[in-house]
């Protein structure tokens, strides 16, 4: 071969090889092409689902008994407001923002705006209003409450607290699980019922001269059984005066006068003439006052024309001690009795000096405790909630 065709040979070779190691060079990068296209088309990270908000009740006709709860799905609350023509309903959000819960309870024939702002899990802002009305409630389907002692008012240390229905509850646990007494210093004490349409606390000792007491009736939609619905709550504040208690002793025919302890005096007085009008025995509690009163035997079942009737049109110093009819009061007409004689109906009578001394210091609530009859004192003629032992008066509480 001559030199010349030798070195077209190497230089054929040369390129064939040149021409091979091209290839090489170019395969990887198309055999890793398709590669990278393929991690380039990857699914896209999915959007996060939407805020969902609701509430648990419908549009219409929700029982006032409800309790309302708004809810979001897929992101937490933010806030929530809820109005009506009776004002703003109060709630709370849960601390993980997943709830908001009523705090307060509906009205009946009212029509409520929900306004929920929600915040998703990448931070976006879910708006949303809802409207839903509450069913209607007839007079007949709804019980108010009043409440005594009254706002403000100042008492004796016997006096119970006094919750009166207009309408008969027939669920008294539910509704009883809705009043409280709380009190400054704190005193133990319960609720009694009297009848459907009554219920009384008292504490187990006489209250503390001093005590501030608060009384709360939250019953406001509160179901109260056979589809009565309580309403209007309330709340009462008072203050326990002066420790009055007045001991008589129908026996020795006397009052002993006693206030925080100390005996501030000793009066004479007459009380029922035995048998046929005998003054009861047992723990009594000044129900009202007057500064005058009328007293008609007919009141009491005695007819005023006969030999036993009476009808005075202006009884000094008037305080009643039950709803039966006994009063202590002036009795200027027997003060040669009082002191040693009982000659009266039932009241107990005293002087008009001693009287009116002894009104000007008396309040609503002060204790009178009575000995000598065996005529017993009853739990519900007036406030004769200590007439029991505390053990037996609180089993007629429904929560007992």
Excluded at 17 to 22: D, F, G, N
Excluded at 41 to 58: F, L, M
Aim: aromatic share 8%.
């Amino acid at each position: 071969m001559s030199r010349t065709t030798r070195f077209a040979g190497s230089l054929a070779l040369v390129a064939t090889a040149a021409l091979v190691a091209s290839c090489s060079a170019d395969s990887p990068a198309g055999e890793s092409a398709p590669a990278q296209a393929a991690g380039s088309s990857q699914e896209a990270t999915p959007a996060p689902p939407p805020v969902k908000i609701s509430t648990n009740v419908a549009r219409a006709d929700v029982p006032v008994d409800r309790e309302l709860h708004v809810t979001a799905r897929n992101g937490e609350l933010q806030k929530v407001t809820v109005t009506s023509g009776a004002g703003k309903l109060s709630g709370d959000i849960a601390r993980d923002g997943s709830r908001w819960t009523a705090t307060g309870r509906l009205e009946p024939g009212a029509t409520y705006t929900v306004k929920t702002v929600a915040e998703g899990a990448e931070g976006e802002r879910e708006t949303q209003t809802d409207r839903f009305s509450t069913a209607d409630l007839t007079l007949d389907e709804q019980t108010y409450a009043s409440v005594a002692p009254l706002a403000g008012e100042t008492v004796g240390v016997g006096m119970p607290v006094i919750v009166t229905f207009d309408v008969p509850v027939t669920d008294r646990a539910e509704i009883e699980r809705h009043m409280s007494v709380t009190s400054t210093p704190q005193q133990a004490g319960t609720w009694h019922w009297v009848t459907d349409q009554e219920v009384h606390w008292r504490p187990k000792a006489y209250w503390k001269s001093g005590t501030e007491v608060s009384v709360d009736v939250d019953i406001n939609s509160v179901d109260a059984g056979n589809g009565i619905y309580g309403q209007e709550s309330r709340k009462v504040d008072f203050t326990v005066g002066d420790a009055n208690i007045y001991k008589v002793d129908m026996d020795s025919h006397q009052m002993r006068v006693f206030s925080n302890g100390a005996l501030l005096r000793t009066l004479p007085i007459t009380t029922g003439e035995e048998p046929k009008f005998t003054t009861r025995s047992g723990t009594k509690v000044i129900i009202e006052k007057f500064r005058e009163k009328r007293m008609n035997s007919e009141t009491v079942g005695i007819d005023s024309d006969g030999p036993d009737g009476y009808d005075i049109d202006d009884v000094e110093y008037a305080m009643r001690v039950t709803y039966s009819g006994e009063f202590i009061h002036a009795a200027p007409w027997s003060v040669s009795s009082q002191g040693s004689a009982n000659v009266s109906h039932g009241c107990t009578g005293m002087s008009t000096a001693d009287a009116a001394w002894l009104y000007n210091m008396t309040k609503r609530g002060d204790v009178v405790e009575y000995v000598g009859t065996e005529r017993p004192m009853t739990l519900y003629n007036g406030y004769g909630d200590w007439n029991a032992d505390f053990g037996s008066y609180s089993q007629a509480s429904a929560l007992s």
